[in-house]
């Protein structure tokens, strides 16, 4: 029988399983049935960031609207499709975007508007706590931003009791349990992999540095509970059904899997949780994650050592600028299209720019593009500004500026990974999700030249991390076991997907393209002094 045959019968009894995640952009929910590998529904809503008295934040009303909002385009989709309603699910799990800042007093009460992983102001706290670790403490890390507020004697220090991630956010009030999945957890404190839990000697050490500060709590007391993928993480109880589902349908008792982090939730999306496996995600942020199978001999400001949703130690590399300067000029383009009186779409927009891309130079004719709208770490810069820059006797034209666009959405991406190239590490297998990778053939061709390795796409890689954790709920419900054992055997075993070799030509071209890359920085740190 197909999926769509079965779906209506999984729906009204309940079988179905809902991801749900909090991207930059959008929420999403997606709705797997008895086959995880299937997706019988899904819906969005559109959300942006604001820049609020310098700060990156989301306004947590709109969390809420905006998971509403998800959901309930979800139930319409389900209706389309199947004309019946879910009333309840097998299985729930919670995904967002990781790291960042949500402090909370004894009674709940959020204490400083959310600062999100964007945010680049914690130079400071992030450097001090590297030194005190030995470990590399990127800025975006919630034990950075609360050490920053610490440092910064910030009026709302004395009344924090507990800190959150989006997700965990999230899943607190729906189920009613702090706790969080192991993969988010060490986007906010390291991780002692044979624990698996927060390293405790690490938590000892920060709780002497602030001994003599206002911060009232213990460490181990203001970080949610750790758990690892399998693990059952609550149900789903009236207060969250009623938050989630105002009309009333929706009724308590699902479990939960542990609430995730985006990057875990992509590295499920592309069956990327094994020793020598990774994957790229390419949205807002752009990141890769590696499976390591040692310990890396050197702490690197690029690299974030963080862990897969069971626990196994991953490098990360992280840029906070992604795919959002790109979609910036598409826009223009579509714009320009509408203007001629041209009825397309912005998928077809996409479309036919991405395809003149590959008519372009290999080494996008002279032409350079930098997509830093926010701070950069890896570059150096501490805020963005994007760029597009040519010498007068480059080659200005579509095919090429498209390309040099595409490239800047790895710049920065392969300054990280020559790092993990020069640590000895190997990846036998790498594969990449999100919407730039729709077009076939394009994103996926330059990003296997950028890494120098074959680059993987699977029919699911669209469907990203509210599959990816709808997957994770799927895993727990079942009762847990092995995650790479369940995606290799239950999930991937008859997806298909499709390999891009390196061309020799595009290897070439975009060295030459990162080689001019790294030397024009210099005139993105003097646009930051400047403008």
């Known amino acids: 029988m197909t999926a769509a045959t079965t779906a209506p019968d999984t729906i009204v009894a309940g079988r179905a399983v809902l991801g749900i995640e909090l991207g930059s952009t959008r929420i999403k929910a997606c709705l797997i049935g008895d086959d995880p590998s299937d997706v019988i529904a899904s819906g969005s809503h559109e959300w942006e960031n604001q820049l609020v008295d310098g700060v990156w934040t989301y306004a947590l009303d709109d969390v809420w609207s905006g998971l509403q909002a998800a959901y309930a385009d979800l139930v319409a989709d389900v209706r389309r499709s199947y004309s019946v309603e879910p009333t309840g699910f097998a299985a729930i799990g919670i995904s967002a975007m990781m790291h960042g800042y949500l402090a909370f007093d004894s009674e709940g009460e959020s204490l400083v508007p959310f600062r999100t992983w964007r945010n680049t102001t914690t130079g400071d706290a992030a450097t001090e706590l590297t030194g005190l670790f030995g470990v590399n403490i990127p800025l975006r890390w919630s034990i950075a931003h609360l050490h920053q507020a610490v440092r910064d004697a910030e009026p709302h220090v004395p009344a924090i009791a507990s800190l959150n991630t989006l997700a965990g956010y999230v899943h607190e009030r729906l189920t009613g349990r702090r706790v969080l999945g192991i993969g988010d957890a060490s986007g906010m404190f390291p991780i002692d992999p044979d624990a698996p839990t927060y390293d405790a000697d690490f938590q000892a050490r920060y709780d002497r540095l602030v001994n003599d500060t206002p911060l009232a709590h213990p460490l181990r007391e203001l970080l949610p509970e750790v758990l690892v993928a399998g693990q059952p993480a609550g149900e789903l109880t009236a207060q969250g059904a009623a938050l989630l589902d105002p009309t009333g349908a929706l009724q308590p008792g699902a479990v939960f899997c542990p609430p995730e982090g985006d990057a875990g939730t992509g590295m499920v999306a592309t069956n990327a949780v094994a020793p020598r496996t990774g994957n790229v995600s390419a949205g807002t942020s752009i990141f890769a994650m590696v499976v390591l199978e040692r310990p890396l001999q050197h702490v690197h400001h690029e690299l974030d050592i963080v862990t897969t949703p069971a ?221």
């Open 311 to 531: 626990g196994d130690p991953v490098a990360m590399v992280h840029c906070n600028n992604g795919a959002s300067e790109l979609a910036a000029w598409a826009g223009m383009f579509h714009r320009f299209a509408e203007a001629a009186g041209l009825a397309v779409d912005i998928d077809t927009t996409y479309d036919v720019l991405f395809k003149e891309a590959l008519n372009g130079a290999p080494d996008a004719g002279g032409l350079l593009a930098y997509n830093h709208l926010a701070g950069e770490p890896i570059a150096g810069l501490t805020e963005g500004r994007p760029l597009f820059v040519r010498t007068p006797d480059s080659r200005l034209n579509l095919a090429n500026a498209m390309r040099a666009h595409l490239y800047g959405v790895f710049g920065t991406l392969s300054l990280g990974m020559q790092v993990l190239t020069e640590e000895g590490v190997k990846l036998e297998r790498m594969a990449a999700h999100g919407g730039m990778f729709r077009t076939a053939g394009v994103a996926q061709r330059f990003l296997a030249a950028a890494l120098d390795a074959p680059v993987e796409v699977a029919e699911s890689a669209a469907e990203g991390g509210a599959w990816g954790v709808a997957v994770l709920a799927a895993f727990a419900a079942a009762g847990g076991g092995d995650l790479d054992s369940y995606l290799r055997d239950r999930v991937f075993a008859s997806t298909e997907s499709r390999t891009v070799q390196p061309g020799v030509d595009d290897v070439a071209g975009y060295a030459a393209y990162l080689d001019r890359y790294r030397a024009g920085l210099a005139v993105e740190r003097a646009a930051v002094t400047a403008l």
